[in-house]
């Protein structure tokens, strides 16, 4: 079974509506306290798009390598600090009020994010940074601004 943790509940009541949503365990969590599982108690752990919003790097890498199986694999994706020099930012608006909600950023960049993964004690496996090309900017024009810019880093990590 899948398990999807977010802070926010807005997030998760999305996340229901989606198709196979029937086949997720969903649980509001607070990023800043230690993971409600027991140690190893996943084969792939993903965290995505929200280190960026998480001010203590190395606790919640510690957390996701904690909860990571001895043999399984940490992913994490994350918004590409270049973005935030565009002016970029998270930002949701819900269709049913028109209000956009903001969350907090923090401007960490990629070193904060590697020094906090081997201070957790995880390995990186592999990084890439990925760009907006014209591709993208044809299919989401809100991206055209930003087309040669780095817009996601990736990360595959490994418990030691």
Known sequence: MVTAIDFSEGMLAEARKKAGADRVRFLSHDFAAS????????????????????????????????VCACDGRVVISVM???????????????????????????????????????????RIEHMSEHFVDEALASQFPRAARYVGWPMLLMLRLAPR
Not at 96 to 121: F, K, W
């Open 80 to 122: 590409h600090p270049a973005m935030m020099l565009r002016g970029a930012q998270a930002r949701f608006h819900d269709p049913e009020t028109g209000v956009e909600t903001r969350p907090e950023s923090v401007p960490n960049q990629i070193s904060d994010y590697i020094m906090g993964i081997t201070r957790a004690g995880l």
């Open 35 to 66: 993971l409600p599982f027991d140690d190893g108690a996943f084969e792939r752990v993903m965290c995505c798009l929200v280190l960026d919003h998480v001010r203590d790097v190395t606790a919640l890498c510690r957390e996701l390598g904690r």
